[in-house]
Structure formats: structure tokens, C-alpha cells
């Protein structure tokens, strides 16, 4: 049985590489993303053995994405492939539950092997990630907690995508009013009080490209 997978990338141009190159290599791919919250939905109707995600995704970013996967399709391995290299990623995936991170600086054999070993029930880095992240892994070493809730990170990194209360309320399936409340416990949480400094800590956060 060949190993299913599901690719989840805002370029379609992408998409189509990575497809090419997966099946060319046996394995099937059995379905496609454009962003987070499309793979979230898309992942229990195909039930793939690994999610390929990118980090950098409309609406739902990968990490979040691959938190969501984790509760909601456990079968499910997540490999992120990734331009990010920075410690920071690196760690929060991990806590996130990601069996690979990749580069996409690195080889195309790089993802091959990833996919094998994270079926094998290993995890996988590409060999460039800073060796003080492995150890910190290795060691089970506390990663400083995050502040913010799963929900108030995607109220944030639309916000930062510059989505109205509107926009963002339609996007999640909720009330304006819950959408509002959302955003003012965001800003109180984070002490910010004006949209432009929450847009730049979203960039600072990497949830948004500046």
C-alpha cells in the first residue's frame, strides 16, 4: 500500500512540484490545500498517513494547522516544509506535534526521507536545524508556554492579514460579538491597545509576512 499524503500550500505552483515528485517516488497523493484551515477541514474526509504542510499559510498558519490535526485526526502524521529555519519555529512545530520539519532550501531527497522516517515513527529534521533545538528536544526540555489560546492565534494572524472583525467572524463561524471579544482579550492579554501594533507583533510572531 503506498503511503497517503495530503499537501497543504498556498501556491498552486508548489503543489504541483511536490505532487510530480511524490508520486514519481510512489508514493499518492490524495489531496490539496491552499491554506490552514482548508487542510484542517479537507485531512479526516481522505484520512492521509502524512499532512505536508507549509508554515506560512492564509487564515491558518501550518503550526496551528498541524495543533488542529493532532486533536482532531491523530492517525495523521505532520511534516512541515518550510522556508523558516529560526529556532523559534523549530521549537513551537515540535510542541505543536510535528514529526518533520523540512527545509525547502534543502534537497527534494530531503522530504523523501522525511516521509519514510516519520512513518517509521521517528521525527525528522532537516540536517541544517540548530543542533540546540534537537537537544532541547532530545533533553524534554520546557519550552517557555505560549499566552495565547490556539483561537486568539488565528484571531491574531488574521487580524494581521488585515481582516475586519466582519471578515474574521465569517472566516471562524462565529458571531461578530464573539469575534470582537475574541480581539479585546487578545489585546488585553498581550497589553497591546491599537491594530498596528498588533499587526507588527503578529509579524514578530511569524504568524504574518511582513
Known sequence: MPIRVVLADNHALVRQGLKALLEREGFQVVGEASDGQEVVRLVPNVR???AILDISMPILNGIDAARELQKS???TKTILLTRHDEDQYVT????????GYVLKSQAATDLVHAIQEVCRGGIY?????SRTVVEALLSKAELPADPLTSR???VLQLVGEGKSTKE????????????ESHRTRLMQKLDIHETASLVRYAIRRGLVQP
Open 48 to 50: 492521509p498517513d502524512i
Open 73 to 75: 485526526s491523530q492517525r
Open 92 to 99: 513551537e512545530a515540535l510542541r505543536a506535534g510535528v514529526k
Open 125 to 129: 529534521l532537516s540536517p541544517s536545524i
Open 152 to 154: 486568539e492565534r488565528q
Open 168 to 179: 474574521v467572524a465569517t472566516l471562524l463561524g462565529v458571531s461578530i460579538k464573539t469575534a
